[in-house]
Nanobody, 128 residues
Framework: QVQLVESGGGLVQAGGSLRLSCAAS????????MGWFRQAPGKEREFVAA????????VYADSVRGRFTISRDNAKNTGYLQMNSLKPEDTAVYYC?????????????????????WGQGTQVTVSS
């Protein structure tokens, strides 16, 4: 059984930065694809960023490309999402997710159904 625990959320002013962490236990995630998604009130969960199982292929949503950076520390079994130049529209609950199903192609990394383990989420609020 895999457990994912996010942390690092909070309240920040527009233009500020936050770094989210996703600690994995129960399985070494270095062999799996990991993604970040977010969900704002009244909206569907949307893709933010992900890296493939190899850790080489990385994809970003257009809305965050150039501002957010996804990374991972294999030694710590932890993934990260560095968020810079935050905007009020980035306000949402952020979730990390792990896919243990093979090696998803880039397009599938953007889809929630690709992932079989999810964290509980961490709130990010950006004030204007």
């Amino acid at each position: 059984q895999v457990q994912l625990v996010e942390s690092g959320g909070g309240l920040v002013q527009a233009g500020g930065s936050l770094r989210l962490s996703c600690a994995a236990s129960g399985r070494t995630f270095t062999n799996y694809a990991m993604g970040w998604f977010r969900q704002a009130p009244g909206k569907e969960r949307e893709f933010v960023a992900a890296f493939a199982r190899s850790g080489i292929r990385i994809v970003y949503a257009d809305s965050v490309r150039g501002r957010f950076t996804i990374s991972r520390d294999n030694a710590k079994n932890t993934g990260y999402l560095q968020m810079n130049s935050l905007k009020p529209e980035d306000t949402a609950v952020y979730y990390c997710a792990l896919s243990t199903r093979g090696n998803p192609i880039a397009s599938m990394l953007r889809v929630t159904e690709t992932y079989d383990y999810w964290g509980q989420g961490t709130q990010v609020t950006v004030s204007s």
